[in-house]
C-alpha cells in the first residue's frame, strides 16, 4: 500500500514560503545542493504526487514551465493540483486537477501511485487535509538556518505528541532532517 509522505523543507521558525508564496530564501541557503542530491533518492520511490495550487502556480511560474515545459521535475509521474480555479497545464506533464475533499480523491492516488508513495508537495494546508483524513503516514522536513518574520506556515494543524513519532535525525548540508511516523486519529 502507498504510504502519504510530507517531504519539504522549512525555516527554523516554521514557515515553508516568505508572504509573497517565495521559496527564494531557501535557494541561498549554503549545502541547499546537497540536500537536493539526497532529494532525488527520495523521488525515485514516487509514483503519484499532489500539491495545493499555489504550489503550482509558484513551480510553473518560478521554472517558467510554460515556456520550457521540459523543465517540468516529475515526468513520469502523475501529478495532482487541488484547485478550484483554472489553471494553466504545462505541456506533456501528466497533471490531474481536482477540487473537494482528499478523502474522495483516495482512490485515485493510490490507483496512480501504484506500489509507490505518494508525495504531498506542498503546502501546509492540504498537508493538514490529509492529516485530519488520516491519510498522512509521514512528514520529513529539512530546517533551514533561516528565520522569516511571517510566511506560509508547515503545518497549519494541531498534532500532538501522541500522534508523531520521531523517526530518524540526518543531517545535509546546513539542514537538520527530521522524520516523523504519523499515527492515524482515535
Not at 480555479?85 to 501504484?114: K, M, N, Y
Not at 509507490?116 to 485530519?132: H, K, S, T, Y
Request: hydrophobic fraction near 45%.
Amino acid at each position: 500500500m502507498a504510504r502519504v509522505i510530507f517531504h519539504t523543507a522549512t525555516t527554523l521558525n516554521g514557515y515553508l514560503a516568505d508572504d509573497e508564496d517565495s521559496l527564494a530564501w531557501l535557494f541561498a541557503v549554503p549545502g541547499a545542493d546537497q540536500a537536493e542530491n539526497d532529494f532525488g533518492r527520495f523521488l525515485d520511490g514516487v509514483g503519484a504526487l499532489i500539491m495545493g495550487s499555489t504550489t503550482y502556480e509558484w513551480v510553473v511560474d518560478h521554472e517558467k514551465l510554460l515556456d520550457s515545459p521540459e523543465k517540468w521535475f516529475y515526468s513520469g509521474k502523475a501529478s495532482f493540483v487541488m484547485s478550484s480555479r483554472e489553471l494553466p497545464v504545462v505541456a506533456g506533464a501528466d497533471i490531474r486537477f481536482r477540487t473537494g475533499d482528499v478523502s474522495a480523491l483516495w482512490t485515485e492516488l493510490v490507483a496512480a501511485a501504484g506500489d509507490r508513495d505518494i508525495w504531498i508537495v506542498g503546502g501546509g494546508d492540504l498537508v493538514g487535509q490529509f492529516a485530519d483524513a488520516g491519510l498522512l503516514d509521514e512528514i520529513r522536513v529539512s530546517i533551514a538556518p533561516v528565520t522569516l518574520v511571517s510566511g506560509r506556515p508547515l503545518l497549519p494543524r494541531r498534532l500532538e505528541s501522541d500522534r508523531l513519532t520521531l523517526e530518524s535525525v540526518g543531517r545535509a548540508g546546513q539542514f537538520a532532517e527530521l522524520v516523523y511516523s504519523v499515527r492515524k486519529p482515535e
